[in-house]
């Protein structure tokens, strides 16, 4: 069964966001996700700079079974990149709730109120166990 952390907000496309700041946010992709994906061998990530436009694609992540894009759960700029998951892609299957962080954005408007707007640990459970 997957982990689903209470204290962070989650999309359909399954993918975690935390508010680091008010203007930042931190996200990655479910317990659930990688679960499905299978052994993740290869993730390509956004540049620093980059503009994200909320349910656009914003990179990959490859797998032994498939290829699969990552959704930008908000939009904003890509202030951080988590660049370890490049040569360690696998830490997405190990650890996708700390160091399997994917990119930080910086988000126009309140961090905490456009993750208020996302799903609870509770309604993720819900889609993910119907």
Not at 38 to 54: E, K, Y
Not at 70 to 85: K, L, M, Q, T
Request: net charge negative; charged share 20%.
């Amino acid at each position: 069964m997957s982990t689903i952390p209470p204290d962070l907000k989650y999309t359909a496309e399954h993918e975690w966001v935390q508010v680091i700041d008010e203007t930042t946010i931190r996200f990655g992709i479910t317990d659930y996700a990688q679960e499905a994906l299978g052994d993740i061998v290869f993730v390509s990530l956004p540049n620093v700079g980059d503009q994200l436009t909320a349910g656009n694609s914003c990179g990959e992540v490859e797998s032994t079974k498939r290829v699969s894009d990552i959704f930008a759960p908000v939009s904003g700029e890509v202030v951080a990149r988590n660049d370890a998951i490049e040569t360690a892609p696998d830490t997405l299957n190990s650890d996708p709730y700390k160091n399997g962080w994917i990119i930080e954005v910086r988000v126009s408007g309140s961090a905490s109120e456009i993750a208020g707007e996302l799903m609870d640990a509770a309604t993720y459970q819900a889609l993910t166990s119907s």
